[in-house]
C-alpha cells in the first residue's frame, strides 16, 4: 500500500478504534456516510453499480496520470459508510498501489466479524471493483 493510503487507513483506523463498543463503532460510521456527497443521477448508473452486493451501491471512478479517485453512493447507509472507508483510503492514489495491496482497516476496526457473510461479500465485491479500475488505470497509463 502506498504510503498516503497506508497513512489515510492508519489515521481512520486511530479514529474509530478507541471507541470500544463495535455498534457504536459502527454508528459513528453511518452517520458519518450520511454527509458523503450523493452521486448524480447521471453517476448512478448500471455501468457504475457494484454487482453482487444485496444493497445498490455505485462507485463513480475516474483517474488522471495513474492516480485514481473514488466516490460513491448506496442505498444503504450502512454499506456506504464501510464502503466509503476503502474508496476514503484509495482516493487519491496511485492505481498500481492500489492494484497490489490489500485494506486491513475492517479487521483493524472489528467490523468484519459484526457483518453477516452477505455483507462481507458485498464489501468484496466493492473491493473487486476498486482493483479491476486500479489494473485497467494501470494498463491505461503504461508507455506503449
Given amino acids: 500500500m502506498s504510503p498516503l493510503s ?36 447521471s453517476e448512478r448508473c448500471e455501468t457504475n453499480r457494484v454487482q453482487g452486493c444485496s444493497s445498490r451501491v455505485w462507485i463513480a471512478a475516474s483517474h488522471e496520470s495513474g492516480i485514481c479517485h473514488f466516490r460513491l453512493d448506496a442505498d444503504s447507509t450502512l454499506v456506504k459508510g464501510l464502503a466509503g472507508l476503502l474508496c476514503e483510503i484509495y482516493d487519491g492514489t496511485a492505481a498500481g498501489d492500489i492494484a497490489a495491496t490489500e485494506p486491513t482497516i475492517l479487521e483493524s476496526l472489528h467490523l468484519i466479524d459484526h457483518l453477516s457473510p452477505t455483507r462481507r461479500h458485498g464489501l468484496e465485491q466493492v473491493r473487486r471493483v476498486i482493483r479491476e479500475f486500479a489494473l485497467a488505470a494501470t494498463a491505461d497509463t503504461a508507455p506503449r
Fill in 6 to 41: 497506508r497513512e489515510k487507513e492508519q489515521q481512520l483506523i486511530a479514529r474509530f478504534l478507541p471507541i470500544e463498543d463495535v455498534q457504536e463503532r459502527l454508528a459513528l460510521i453511518v452517520d458519518r456516510a450520511r454527509r458523503f456527497a450523493p452521486l448524480t443521477d
